[in-house]
């Protein structure tokens, strides 16, 4: 039993980042994805209780690289996209 | 997750403001319709959702989620439902100011009460 929360809106742009987080299981993870990868490219502690996932292709687009001060921060592909949705049961997306 | 004689359990997440737009009234009502079909269904208000539940808003103020509010248990909607502590905290509201009986949260509580459904529709 998991949920997978995804964001797509900056930190700067929305509340939606800092509202997810604050309601993430041990067991759920947050998915970044379109505006929302420019969160892990600052520096500004991003943590929650679950794991914590950016999009690459999203990141690429943006001319992002990955940060290694986000260490807690995972990558994803479109393929690890959609193995993030299949392994849990249920989807919430934050606005 | 078992889906059981009574169908799959809906949690309807409302976090939107009242009036200003057609969201708030939208999601209720999507919520209701899922109870109308014998569907079990939970509301759990967050954050600027919890405006929706404040007592005192003139039932005339456009197209307001207000007067849906006191006919949940009439479509069998769990009741009372839940709101989370520190969005009403941070909003300086208080259960006594709102318009239904609710269920008060912690937010330390809410990925549980988020795991505890089959369908989950954040609205």
């Given amino acids: 039993m998991a949920v997978l929360h995804i964001v797509k809106h900056s930190p700067d742009a929305s509340q939606a980042l800092r509202r997810c987080l604050a309601r993430v299981g041990p067991s759920d993870s947050v998915l970044l994805i379109e505006d929302a990868v420019y969160a892990p490219a600052s520096d500004a502690a991003l943590r929650c209780a679950g794991k914590i996932y950016a999009l690459l292709p999203d990141m690429a687009a943006r001319g992002l690289t990955r940060n290694p001060l986000q260490g807690d921060v995972e990558y994803v592909d479109y393929a690890g996209f959609v193995q993030l949705v299949v392994n849990h049961d249920k989807v919430i997306s934050w606005n | ?123």
């Fill in chain 2, 1 to 123: 997750m078992a889906e059981g004689m009574n169908g799959k359990r809906f949690l309807f997440v409302l976090r939107r403001f009242p009036i200003g737009g057609p969201q708030a009234l939208e999601a209720l009502d999507a919520a209701l319709t899922a109870a109308a079909f014998d569907q079990p269904v939970r509301l759990l208000f967050l954050d600027d959702g919890v405006w929706q539940l404040k007592r005192g808003q003139p039932a005339a103020s456009g197209r307001s989620p207000m007067a849906l509010l006191g006919s949940l248990a009439l479509y069998d909607i769990a009741a009372p439902p839940w709101v989370e502590r520190e969005s009403l905290e941070e909003r300086g509201l208080t259960p006594q100011e709102l318009t239904i009986e609710v269920t008060v949260l912690a937010r330390d509580r809410v990925a549980a009460l988020l795991d505890d459904c089959d369908v989950l529709l954040n609205l």
